[in-house]
């Protein structure tokens, strides 16, 4: 199995730090209330206005800082180091939280980047310096509250396999090391998905980055107990030890790499990986699990960078593929 090394990281991080402070193009998500909020995006985010959105830029620094702390004396840690030291400021992170507190951004990045901002902060607190991570605080704890707010009125869970998608948000929230937030994410995937059973797997969609299927498997083994977990799983994907829903074993092709949407199939291939991964303990034909995880890293990993389309967000999923 492909696994992460420190020729890998640094590369991961030579991609990163070329597009987490480049400004543009930039696809915004802001809604303007009249003429003065037409402002760049650098002046909306003074931290994350780089790598065409918001939340590719937040993932983008997620993954520095996971392989800043994995790999320390790669070549590139100075560098991260340097901006992480030069954009995690206390007047940056209050200028992002006071565009959080405008009446109309209450559903910026909503639940896409909210779950990616508590994983960067999840990240932080394993660092032994905890400058950076007392200086997001406040961000995150904006987000945890938006979180708290938010979850007890989606009465529905979002299945899509976008930016939309609810378990791969309650996934990577559940990282946060924050008791109650952990506890309300567990209460509410259970009531979103604990019946759910014999998935069809109707995938993948034209512009999936997310195999809604195997993200909500994941989703339940993080926050289920094992003993709770293992048969609901076994519910859900019944057929698994005979290799179906075969759509989820196999690759998807991605025609078109310069196309920002048919790009994602690349991240669905590196998603998939990470949950078949996290996954292969837990199925009946536990080497079919691994053999699909490295076919499908090998087909996408070789386009993380290229085509800034990918190259923007693509290897912050290679390196969750890669474990």
């Known amino acids: 199995m492909t696994s ?19 400004e543009y193009p930039n696809k915004l998500d802001h809604v303007l209330s009249g003429p003065a909020d037409a402002r760049s995006p650098r002046a909306l985010h003074p931290v994350f206005y780089g790598s065409f959105d918001w939340h590719s830029c937040v993932h983008g620094y997620w993954m520095l800082a996971h392989l800043y702390r994995r790999f320390p004396a790669m070549p590139n840690a100075p560098a991260i180091r340097a901006l992480l030291n030069s954009h995690l400021t206390p007047a940056n992170i209050e200028a992002e939280c006071a565009y959080l507190r405008r009446p109309a951004a209450r559903g910026f990045e909503r639940p896409y980047g909210w779950a ?9 607190g394993l660092h032994e310096d905890r400058a950076w991570s007392d200086t997001l605080t406040p961000l995150a704890a904006m987000f945890v509250e938006r979180f708290t707010h938010f979850l007890p009125l989606a009465t529905y869970p979002i299945r899509a396999g976008v930016h939309t998608n609810t378990a791969f948000a309650v996934r990577l929230a559940f990282d946060y090391p924050d008791e109650n937030l952990r506890e309300l994410l567990t209460d509410t995937a259970r009531r979103w998905y604990a019946d759910d059973a014999d998935c069809q797997a109707w995938e993948p969609g034209g512009d999936e980055f997310l195999s809604p299927a195997l993200i909500e498997a994941e989703c339940m083994r993080a926050i289920l107990p094992e003993a709770e977990f293992r048969p609901w799983f076994g519910r859900f994907l019944p057929r698994l030890g005979q290799g179906l829903p ?7 092709q991605a025609s078109d790499r310069s196309d920002g949407k048919i790009a994602h199939l690349d991240g669905l291939n590196l998603s998939r990986a990470w949950c078949w991964r996290a996954l292969a303990p837990y199925t009946a034909n536990s080497e079919a699990a691994r053999h699909a995880a490295q076919t499908h890293i090998d087909v996408s990993l070789p386009h993380v960078s290229g085509d800034y389309m990918g190259e923007h967000w693509l290897a912050s999923f290679a390196v969750l593929a890669l474990g």
Request: charged share 15%; glycine share 2%.
């Open 4 to 22: 992460l090394t420190l020729d890998l990281a640094n590369h991961f991080a030579d991609v990163a730090l070329g597009h987490v402070t480049r």
């Open 246 to 252: 075969a759509t989820l074993f196999a690759p998807a």
């Open 116 to 124: 990616w901002l508590l994983k960067l902060a999840a990240e932080l």
